[in-house]
């Protein structure tokens, strides 16, 4: 489809300006890394019918430049074999990243770009990774930065949804699997506030991806359109133990993904354990 060769052609052009970019080695003005852990929670196995206990490990970086600004995540996900006849898999793990840079237009030109609640417009180039599958995905699009009372930061990404190529290295004849482009619209936020003498916040992402057409070696599928909704609510634990504030913290986090990863009618809605180092 021409369309999809011209999102591709897009994309891969913005992602090299990235990694052009990236090279350069721009030293970051500002910077938070975090070390993720929840546990306690049973989530959907696509593919599966059936669910199992989850622990999920994540690192995770957002860092800021002259121009603009970096996010990346990886995710380590394991699968605890369990009761469920709708399950039929053992202990089993993967991994999943995502990579954001953020180009400010109003920094680059020099220029304020604000209008309404927009405090600033971005030119933002994704990349997600699933290595399991063997699959990658890019993100062309566009930042609006959001000056909202009370929030550390509230954004909107409205980008492009373009795979790449892959398939399932681990089924008994490989798969090769292809994808029509779609989009994503991703609002990401975060507001601290207080209680009595404690720290808390509530941060997260809601997003929605459109659905598409999925070509293997058996056919071709409709992948529905999917909601993901990640609130956290974080307590400042380190602050109640009377050590550094904003260093370590617990809480939980609530995951809503209604048709996971496309799959019609399998849903999460499940509460984990979390607890999170930043350094």
Same mark, same amino acid.
């Given at each position: 489809m021409k369309t999809n060769k011209m999102l591709n052609a897009v994309a891969t052009t913005m992602i090299a300006a990235t990694a052009l970019v990236s090279a350069t =080695?721009? $030293?970051?003005?500002?910077?938070?890394?975090? &070390? /993720?852990?929840?546990?306690?929670?049973?989530?959907e196995r696509v593919g599966t019918g059936g669910t199992a206990d989850t622990t999920i490990i994540t690192f995770q970086h957002a860092g800021g430049w002259e121009y603009g600004d970096n996010f990346?995540?990886?995710?380590?996900?394991?699968?605890?074999?369990?009761?469920?006849?709708?399950?039929?898999v053992d202990?089993?793990?993967?991994?999943?990243?995502?990579?954001?840079?953020?180009?400010?237009?109003?920094?680059?030109?020099?220029?304020?770009?604000?209008?309404g609640p927009v405090k600033d417009i971005?030119?933002?180039?994704?990349?997600?990774?699933?290595?399991?599958?063997?699959?990658?995905?890019?993100?062309?699009?566009?930042?609006?930065?959001?000056?909202?009372?009370?929030? =550390?930061f $509230?954004?909107?990404?409205?980008?492009?949804? &373009? /795979?790449?190529?892959?398939?399932?290295?681990?089924?008994?004849v490989f798969t090769v699997v292809d994808e029509d482009s779609s989009f994503m619209v991703?609002?990401?936020?975060?507001?601290?506030?207080?209680?009595?003498?404690?720290?808390?916040?509530?941060?997260?992402?809601?997003?929605?991806?459109?659905?598409?057409?999925?070509?293997?070696?058996?056919?071709?599928?409709?992948?529905?359109?999917?909601?993901?909704?990640?609130?956290q609510v974080r307590l400042d634990l380190g602050e109640?133990?009377?050590?550094k504030a904003g260093q370590l913290f617990v809480g939980i986090e609530y995951q809503y993904w209604q048709n996971k990863l496309g799959e019609k009618d399998t849903d999460d809605n499940a509460v984990q354990f979390l607890a999170v180092w930043r350094f």
């Open positions: =080695a721009f $030293a970051e003005t500002w910077s938070s890394t975090e &070390v /993720h852990l929840q546990a306690f929670g049973e989530l990346f995540f990886v995710d380590h996900l394991r699968y605890s074999e369990n009761n469920d006849a709708n399950f039929p202990d089993s793990s993967e991994f999943y990243g995502e990579w954001y840079s953020n180009f400010s237009l109003g920094a680059i030109s020099g220029n304020k770009l604000a209008f971005g030119i933002v180039a994704g990349f997600n990774f699933a290595p399991e599958v063997d699959s990658y995905w890019l993100l062309p699009g566009v930042r609006f930065s959001l000056d909202l009372p009370g929030f =550390a $509230a954004q909107i990404d409205v980008t492009g949804y &373009v /795979h790449q190529g892959g398939g399932s290295k681990n089924s008994p991703d609002f990401a936020w975060a507001y601290p506030f207080n209680i009595g003498s404690t720290s808390w916040s509530i941060e997260g992402h809601l997003e929605y991806i459109d659905g598409r057409e999925q070509t293997n070696n058996f056919g071709t599928t409709e992948l529905e359109s999917w909601i993901l909704f990640q609130p109640v133990l009377g050590n």
